[in-house]
């Protein structure tokens, strides 16, 4: 069992930044791949970034590349989004997610693979 704590949302001006922070209890945080995603009002939850066990490999929704970063510290265990250039559209409740998936440095982009999810954390970007 992992229990993910976000924090770090808020209200943001456009083109600002924020950092949010996912905190993991539970078992060895490096075995677990992890994700963020989000859900903006009336809208699907959607995938935003992934980073392996490692924090070798990453990917990222095109929304947001070049614009976002995730990163990990597995002796923290905490996974971090660092969101930079921010847009209204941004605006959503922000999940991080956590799987053991499979050996090996993978990502997974689709909710369906993770086995774990954090409360979530509101992020808004006014216009």
């Known amino acids: 069992q992992v229990q993910l704590v976000e924090s770090g949302g808020g209200l943001v001006q456009a083109g600002g930044s924020l950092r949010l922070s996912c905190a993991a209890s539970?078992?060895?945080?490096?075995?677990?791949?992890m994700g963020w995603f989000r859900q903006a009002p009336g809208k699907e939850r959607e995938f935003v970034a992934a980073?392996?066990?490692?924090?070798?490999?990453?990917t990222y929704a095109d929304a947001v590349k070049g614009r976002f970063t995730i990163s990990r510290d597995n002796a923290k265990n905490t996974v971090y989004l660092q969101m930079n250039s921010l847009k209204p559209e941004d605006t959503a409740v922000y999940y991080c997610?956590?799987?053991?998936?499979?050996?090996?440095?993978?990502?997974?982009?689709?909710?369906?693979?993770?086995?774990?999810w954090g409360q979530g954390t509101q992020v808004t970007v006014s216009s």
């Open positions: 980073i392996s066990r490692s924090g070798g490999r990453t």
């Open positions: 997610a956590a799987t053991p998936g499979v050996a090996g440095p993978s990502l997974y982009t689709t909710g369906s693979s993770y086995d774990y």
């Open positions: 539970g078992r060895t945080f490096g075995n677990y791949a």
